[in-house]
């Protein structure tokens, strides 16, 4: 069974940073592109970024370009993304979703329950 | 990049035949997958590609497309399906990914 655990969320100060996490298991990892989608409170989906399996490719939503990093560590099957230059439109829970192809379909076939991200002073 | 729009509120009659609708240019070139999402809940696959269900998905879901608008029907709803819907596609780049507002279902 896939399990996808994001952590790495809290609290956190207009300009700060943070890095989330999500640990995958019950796949071949390295099999599969990711990506991290985010939902703000009480509104809706809006894709942040996403890698290919092998780490190689990345991609980002203009939004976040320059100030967020996804990453992938397969030898420890995780997913990453930094968060930088942190604004309060950042606020959101973050989902990390597997993809259905080792590159991007943009089909998320499985998703984590999500860590929030909280920007206020 | 581009927009998906979608209807923000439909209604449907239990165990009547609901289709959510979703436009955007970029419909014209990539197929959509749609999404439901329950309160507190991670959003879940139902319906990716030409007309892909994922394992275990009821039949009554399906989708389709035509021109600028890929449709959700639900054939026969339930109570359980009761959620917000969302579809997604690739925008004009092919690189990006673009979501719907959402569609909240109602079943009455």
């Known amino acids: 069974e896939v399990e996808l655990l994001e952590s790495g969320g809290g609290l956190i100060q207009p300009g700060g940073s943070l890095r989330l996490s999500c640990a995958a298991s019950g796949f071949t990892f390295s099999s599969y592109a990711m990506s991290w989608v985010r939902q703000a409170p009480g509104k809706g989906l809006e894709w942040v970024s996403a890698i290919s399996g092998s780490g190689g490719s990345t991609y980002y939503a203009d939004s976040v370009k320059g100030r967020f990093t996804i990453s992938r560590d397969n030898s420890k099957n995780t997913l990453y993304l930094q968060l930088n230059s942190l604004r309060a439109e950042d606020t959101a829970v973050y989902y990390c979703a597997k993809d259905l192809g080792t590159v991007t379909t943009y089909y998320f076939d499985d998703w984590g329950q999500g860590t929030l991200v909280t920007v206020s002073s | 990049s581009s927009e998906l729009t979608q209807d923000p509120a439909v209604s449907v009659a239990l165990g009547q035949t609901v289709r959510i609708t979703c436009q955007g240019d970029s419909l014209r070139s990539y197929y959509a997958s749609w999404y439901l999402q329950k309160p507190g809940q991670a959003p879940l696959l139902v319906i990716y590609?030409?007309?892909n269900r994922p394992s275990g998905i009821p039949d009554r879901f399906s989708g389709s497309s035509s021109g600028n608008t890929a449709s959700l029907t639900i054939t026969g709803a339930q109570a359980e399906d009761e959620a917000d819907y969302y579809c997604?596609?690739?925008?004009?780049?092919?690189?990006?990914?673009?979501f719907g507002g959402g569609t909240k279902l109602t079943v009455l």
């Open positions: 590609g030409k007309n």
């Open positions: 997604n596609s690739r925008d004009s780049s092919g690189n990006h990914v673009v």
